[in-house]
């Protein structure tokens, strides 16, 4: 089994890749600064195949750690990763001994791509649940063996779903059973339907509001957001949520942490986030109705749930 080191500070991206790269069959070990991937590199006993190093790391950035490992170990292969991925940077890392270069966000397919490159292998096909757009992680087996699968490796990890199929798939449920079997099935699960209110209501559903805010607003009231803490928040149908209020949603996504209606003081949150929609996210892009950025944020892991028809095991 080849063993990948993975430098990242970002907890999000760590999740992702743990997911990814264990799906493809591949042993995962973390570190969170440059000196930790020195003393891991430098320890003999660790037998290690690749390390995927970011940029930005802590205590010493992966510049410095790049060349500090070209002295200890020359012959081990190295795949930088930044969202800063400008021409300067990429020729940067090739001339300081890098094997490839990982623009982030990361998809699943050029994850592997990258990988068989680099150790020179050819991994083995996973079919898949989708990670990243238009990229899957994927299981083979019947429906119900692909999601029982689906339940246990991901259901573990942090990072945002999202489930897309046609009305009355069982998204909710999907969402409500990984919910279940998370760290945070003890904390609330709680559903807002994006489609079923108006962009006014939304808002103030989601975020809360101080007293005074609007007309009506007679008391603070806190919103599913907070009241989610801890725990997982669901929007359904959230291709219909309106653009301005997608970048708060996409703030919330970046930094866990939004204003109330009417509020001057910062609320911090600790929630993920599943999402729902039917509708087709490359042409709403395209046509200006969902933000691109937000997209990216929420597609960390993309389940597609084929309709009743197609799933004939379970009639």
Not at 113 to 131: D, G
Not at 242 to 248: E, R, T
Request: charged share 25%.
């Amino acid at each position: 089994m080849y063993t990948i080191l993975v430098a990242e500070g970002e907890a999000e991206i760590k999740d992702y890749l743990r997911l990814a790269l264990t799906l493809q069959g591949l042993k995962v070990q973390f570190a969170d600064s440059g000196e930790e991937v020195l003393s891991l590199i430098g320890d003999h006993s660790q037998q290690l195949s690749l390390v995927l190093l970011d940029i930005f790391l802590s205590v010493r950035d992966g510049w410095d750690t790049l060349k500090a490992m070209r002295q200890l170990r020359p012959d081990l292969p190295v795949v930088m990763m930044s969202a800063a991925a400008t021409p300067r940077n990429v020729i940067a890392a090739m001339s300081y001994g890098a094997k490839d270069f990982l623009a982030k966000p990361i998809g699943h397919e050029e994850l592997k791509n990258t990988i068989e490159r680099a150790l020179n292998v050819k991994l083995p096909l996973a079919t898949s649940v989708r990670a990243g757009k238009g990229e899957a992680l994927s299981f083979s087996g019947s429906w119900s063996s692909k999601i029982a699968l689906l339940l246990e490796r991901v259901a573990c990890s942090d990072v945002p779903v999202l489930l897309q199929g046609e009305t009355g798939v069982g998204k909710e449920v999907l969402a409500r059973k990984l919910h279940a079997r998370s760290r945070r099935a003890d904390r609330p699960f709680l559903k807002l339907n994006c489609a079923a209110l108006p962009s006014e209501l939304v808002e103030s559903e989601l975020f809360g509001y101080e007293k005074g805010a609007f007309t009506g607003a007679f008391k603070s009231t806190p919103g599913k957001f907070e009241m989610a803490n801890g725990g997982t928040i669901f929007l359904d149908e959230i291709g219909d949520m309106d653009v301005k209020l997608q970048a708060k949603l996409l703030q919330v996504l970046q930094d866990r942490e939004f204003h109330r209606l009417g509020a001057k003081e910062t609320s911090r949150v600790d929630v993920r986030v599943m999402a729902a929609s039917h509708c087709d996210f490359d042409k709403a892009i395209r046509e200006g109705h969902f933000r691109e950025d937000l997209y990216y944020r929420l597609n960390i892991i993309d389940i597609h749930i084929p309709p009743l028809r197609e799933r004939l095991d379970e009639i």
